[in-house]
């Protein structure tokens, strides 16, 4: 009777446990695009956009997400401030975090749910 009791804990144990993966990537693009013969200031540095949206792959006809109807590049940028006369972006970087949730499986993990976020970053600079 033990060894049952011990067995059912263990099998409760391994259905309920769940796993999260997050994977990242970025590009940058730096001070190439600045007219390095020019006076320049900054203006703000840091400014911000972000998008994001999360897939239910577990329901195969019924599932739910957020859509994102120009992509999420586009919908990031759209967030960014808008530009004045002789102001550009400098410093831009993307990145791009991806978050899986499911269960374990053999070959790594069975996602139930895909949730991606594009934020992108810049300073903005205005010509003199």
């Known amino acids: 009777m033990k060894k049952i009791g011990i067995f059912l804990v263990f099998i409760l144990l391994l259905s309920s446990c769940s796993i999260t993966q997050q994977t990242y990537s970025f590009e940058h693009h730096g001070t190439e695009s600045i007219k390095t013969d020019s006076n ?3 203006v703000t540095r ?6 994001k949206t999360t897939y239910q792959v577990s329901s195969y006809r019924n599932y739910k997400q ?4 120009d992509g ?6 759209s ?9 550009a972006f400098a410093n831009f970087s993307i990145d791009v975090i991806e978050t899986r949730h499911g269960s374990p499986s053999p070959a790594g993990i ?9 934020v992108l970053s810049a ?3 205005e010509y003199y």
């Open 66 to 69: 957020q859509i994102a109807p």
């Open 79 to 87: 967030r960014l401030p808008v530009l004045k006369d002789n102001q």
């Open 72 to 77: 999420l590049l586009s919908e990031a940028k």
């Open 46 to 51: 840091n400014v911000l956009g972000k998008a």
């Open 123 to 125: 300073d903005i600079i």
């Open 40 to 42: 320049f200031k900054y």
């Open 110 to 118: 069975n996602t139930k749910e895909l949730t991606i976020e594009v």
